[in-house]
């Protein structure tokens, strides 16, 4: 009888421990290890970073890293095309960054990354479609491109990649985002006809083959297959995307200030100054070549890629060099949002790409069936001043392949008409300025698109006193 009660007893002791260290995993109070797709666990293989798996509660330099380079990894969730089941998908305007990229800027003495650019359907990240992006884009001497554009490459091809050039990484990005946009506007929305034309779309790039590259890419998995005779890409000499509308004196004022302000922040920074010194030093060359070589941007692409940071025989470029200019940078931006002088350059960068989109938004509320799918291949500083300027203060640097994607329904029981805007998937329609104090709850779950017409037609320059972009523009501030 007491062996009967001690075995029940040590039972019940091991369910209970079981249960416990259930409960702990669940919680994560106890850390488990990982386990990749493939079945590796993530500890065999060798990283210059972990894995993004959970945002931390402070600002991590690392992380914010990560989240910037956008590895290709599972299909993402997103909230692009949720609606009330009254409310009808009018049109979408796209506004995207280019993907993956290879440095812009070349470190004196400093190896650079050794990134192979042309595309190989067995190389990691790769997609299914990528194949087929391929040869599809092999065809492409049919499209109707403005001619600087028509004169460019349609996807990266050096064994070697060539300064700012496209990577694979940065194709799969855009196939993925077409993929998701296909999925969502196509089949679920039916956004386009089945016969659509070029009237349907509007497609603008920058005279930069990397904006023109992920253009592609994305329009590529989003209309698989697409006749070429039916695309139709404008070039965008400006990368605000101003067109025939640039001239505007006092957003180059602002512009100026905001740079004098950044210059203020950064000597400032002892810290700073001090690795830019020690940075040098492993280098072998002066603090201030190092600086102007902008080391972030070729530090970024180790980072992204994985790749070991450059060493001397004076020592090595560390994680800890890396940590350090990445923070001045998450704090600059801090900065930046809270001083408002940049706020003020992008109010007056970014008001000819939102007027032609408000245009084109009135335009088919009032029944016109063209341009329903509009696309900017852009940059992080067209995508940057845009969201600064919508009043969308808690949104993170551009990463790479970020969308901003701006969505026209209409509510079939009255006719109304709303928009959507999401950043990278996020609802982020009452961040901004002009509809912060919407009651999202309300029978209107959306923004009116009077209030966003009403604010790119008065509101944006009421900060300078001005009731129109001419005046605001050419107005001198004492």
């Avoid at 004098?260 to 603090?287: C, H, W």
């Avoid at 994607?405 to 209409?410: F, H």
């Avoid at 609802?427 to 966003?452: G, I, N, W, Y």
Wanted: charged residues 25%; glycine residues 4%; aromatic residues 10%.
């Amino acid at each position: 009888m007491l062996f009967r009660n001690r075995f029940l007893f040590l039972l019940a002791l091991a369910a209970l421990l079981a249960f416990l260290s259930l409960s702990l995993q669940f919680l994560h109070l106890i850390p488990v290890n990982p386990v990749k797709e493939n079945g590796t666990n993530s500890k065999n293989r060798k990283r210059i970073m972990p894995d993004p798996l959970t945002e931390p509660p402070a600002v991590d330099p690392i992380y914010e890293a990560q989240v910037y380079c956008n590895t290709p990894r599972t299909k993402e969730h997103s909230l692009e095309g949720h609606a009330p089941h009254n409310f009808k998908l009018m049109s979408v305007h796209v506004l995207i960054r280019h993907g993956d990229r290879y440095p812009l800027y070349a470190v004196p003495k400093m190896k650079r990354p050794d990134i192979d650019c042309t595309l190989l359907s067995d190389r990691k990240p790769s997609h299914p479609q990528l194949a087929d992006f391929i040869s599809h884009m092999l065809k492409g001497s049919e499209a109707q491109m403005d001619g600087t554009l028509s004169s460019l490459p349609r996807y990266p091809s050096h064994s070697w990649c060539e300064m700012g050039e496209l990577t694979q990484t940065g194709v799969v990005q855009h196939l993925q985002n077409g993929n998701l946009l296909r999925e969502i506007y196509l089949e679920k929305h039916k956004l386009l006809p089945s016969h659509w034309t070029a009237k349907h779309l509007y497609i603008e790039s920058t005279g930069k083959s990397r904006t023109l590259q992920s253009g592609l890419a994305l329009l590529y998995s989003f209309l698989p297959n697409f006749d070429w005779k039916k695309i139709n890409i404008r070039h965008q000499w400006s990368s605000i995307f101003c067109s025939a509308s640039c001239d505007c004196p006092m957003r180059n004022h602002y512009f100026e200030e905001e740079q004098r302000r950044q210059y203020s922040f950064r000597v400032k920074n002892n810290y700073l100054e001090r690795t830019y010194v020690d940075m040098a030093r492993v280098v072998g060359i002066p603090t201030r070549q190092l600086r102007a070589s902008n080391p972030i941007d070729s530090l970024l692409c180790h980072f992204c890629h994985n790749i070991s940071f450059p060493c001397t025989k004076n020592g090595c470029i560390d994680m800890e060099h890396f940590k350090v200019i990445k923070t001045h940078q998450i704090e600059d931006e801090k900065e930046r949002k809270a001083k408002k002088l940049y706020f003020k350059y992008a109010l007056l960068a970014t008001h000819p790409l939102l007027n032609q989109t408000v245009t084109r938004m009135q335009h088919i509320a009032e029944g016109r069936k063209e341009e329903l799918f509009a696309l900017y291949s852009a940059h992080d500083v067209t995508l940057s001043p845009v969201l600064s300027a919508l009043g969308i203060t808690e949104a993170r640097i551009p990463r790479y392949a970020a969308r901003l994607m701006l969505e026209l329904w209409q509510d079939v029981r009255n006719k109304q008409h709303f928009i959507r805007i999401l950043y990278n998937g996020e609802d982020v329609t009452f961040q901004t300025s002009f509809c912060r104090e919407h009651d999202r709850h309300s029978s209107k779950p959306m923004c009116p698109l009077a209030t966003f017409v009403h604010f790119v037609k008065r509101e944006m320059f009421a900060i300078f006193n001005s009731t129109n972009y001419y005046d605001a523009c050419h107005r001198r501030v004492f």
